[in-house]
């Protein structure tokens, strides 16, 4: 197998592991929040708002030493034992404790920074600066096909019902845990890339992250380990400081904002809508394909087919403010203004237009393809801008990421709709024009140092 074809492959297997496993999980943080409403019991007390934001808080933080961890592990077990703690969060569902659900809040936060950086930091070594919008674009469609299937699964599961009961609960979650089970043993068949020949000694930084997929017999002795996991925290927080990354910061935040909304809130607002009549609960399930079906096509477009290329990155990040702008317009007029914090029975408010499912499911797919255009760029970006600290750069990425993700599913459970949807509008109109500044610098660099090879 050609050294290309192999890296292909990696990306291929990569994309499907996240897309398994995440067909688990991103369908348990649509309808957490749902089915905790749902659940009667005098022993758990719990929110699935909270709960996410323990989870970004702690994974903001976690970001800062994920690349220290990597450096010693490798990027495949710190995938399958990251995987492992997803899939015991999951399963906390099937019996609930207040105490376990927390707690493995917590622990899911440490994985998630964890598993997020290796995955920058395999899908970097397995591009070059041709073909790492084109991974980043297979990466992103393949692990959003876990939105159509996972919330496909859920839309049969309860189409009809009003509801949520212990069994239908327990039948869901352990099947959900047994799925993301099966994705974690898929990051095993990853190989480990053929290395670039000629490569010079200043080249050598990236090996503070291992690009090996660990090759066990070789005995690395303890002291080294620990060199390379302190300097790598320590380049974590030297890119941290770079203009690239300062201006990057803003749309890092602005896809957490939007994460938190398009993942966890919006479904919970539809769940609430009883003007949309009976088997709402099985619309939050319709509305996660959607935002699927919009994610995998702003993937495919954008990083497969690679269209974006000839004009840079900006046409693409500005098609996903637009898109997003006019999917928070249509829900400002279609949702009642307390759906995001109404009780279980659902909100009694009217929304400024008759509520209209046809008009609820065009911004879930909105909600996705928006965001495919601004992840798939931002992965694009990063990775080219920093190939030679992939890890330490992605950390710093979901660093800034996770935290305005933690700080929104902490402020959902008490604003009012219209007041989330403005803070998304402000910071991504700001976010985008930070992008575009890094973006014409980089254009800017690649042109001189095309004059500087003629």
């Known amino acids: 197998m050609t050294p290309e074809r192999k890296t292909l492959l990696n990306i291929i297997v990569l994309g499907l592991g996240f897309m398994v496993m995440f067909t688990a999980f991103g369908t348990c943080g649509n309808i957490e929040q749902t089915v905790i409403k749902s659940f009667n019991s005098t022993e758990f007390h719990g929110s699935g ?89 297979i990466f992103w469609a393949l692990m959003q096909f876990s939105l159509f299937f996972g919330n496909l699964y859920i839309y049969l599961a309860w189409h009809n019902k009003s509801r949520i009961t212990d069994k239908d609960r327990q039948t869901v979650f352990i099947t959900l845990t047994v799925i993301s089970l ?97 088997g709402t609960k099985g619309l939050i399930g319709l509305s996660g394909i959607l935002i699927g079906v ?82 798939t760029q931002l992965i694009s970006i990063v990775g080219l801008l920093f190939r030679d600290d992939s890890a330490p750069a992605f950390a710093v990425f979901k660093f800034v990421q996770s935290i305005t993700a933690a700080v929104a599913f902490f402020y959902s459970n008490y604003l009012l709709l219209q007041w989330q949807l403005l803070i998304m509008v402000l910071v991504g109109f700001l976010g985008t024009g930070t992008f575009f500044l890094v973006e014409w610098a980089a254009i800017s660099s690649r042109r001189d140092s095309d004059y500087d090879s003629i």
């Open 49 to 137: 708002y909270t709960s996410m934001a323990i989870i970004y808080a702690v994974f903001s933080a976690s970001n800062l030493i994920a690349p220290s961890v990597i450096a010693v592990v490798g990027p495949q077990l710190s995938l399958f034992f990251s995987g492992l703690l997803y899939s015991a969060y999951i399963a906390v569902f099937i019996h609930p404790y207040t105490a376990s659900f927390y707690t493995l809040s917590v622990l899911l936060g440490i994985a998630a920074a964890v598993l997020w950086t290796a995955q920058g930091n395999l899908l970097t070594i397995n591009s070059k600066d041709a073909t790492i919008g084109r991974n980043s674009g």
């Open 182 to 278: 099966v994705g974690n043993f898929l990051f095993f068949l990853i190989q480990r890339p053929d290395p670039e020949p000629a490569l010079e000694p200043s080249d050598a930084s990236e090996s503070l992250l291992p690009t090996d997929i660990s090759d066990s017999s070789e005995v690395v002795p303890s002291q080294t380990l620990c060199s390379q996991a302190l300097e790598a925290f320590k380049r974590s927080i030297e890119l941290a400081m770079t203009k690239e990354m300062l201006l990057l910061s803003i749309p890092f935040a602005y896809s957490g904002l939007e994460l938190t909304f398009y993942s966890g809130v919006y479904g919970t607002c539809l769940g609430a809508m009883t003007q949309f009549g009976e």
């Open 294 to 375: 919009g994610e995998i096509l702003g993937g495919g477009v954008f990083g497969i087919m690679d269209k974006c290329h000839r004009f840079g990155r900006n046409p693409v990040v500005f098609l996903g403010l637009v898109t997003h702008i006019v999917a928070f317009y249509l829900i400002f007029l279609n949702i009642a203004n307390d759906a995001p914090v109404a009780p279980e029975e659902g909100t009694k408010m009217q929304a400024f237009i008759q509520p209209s499912v046809p008009v609820a499911l065009i911004c879930s797919f909105l909600l996705g393809l928006g965001d495919s255009c601004f992840n």
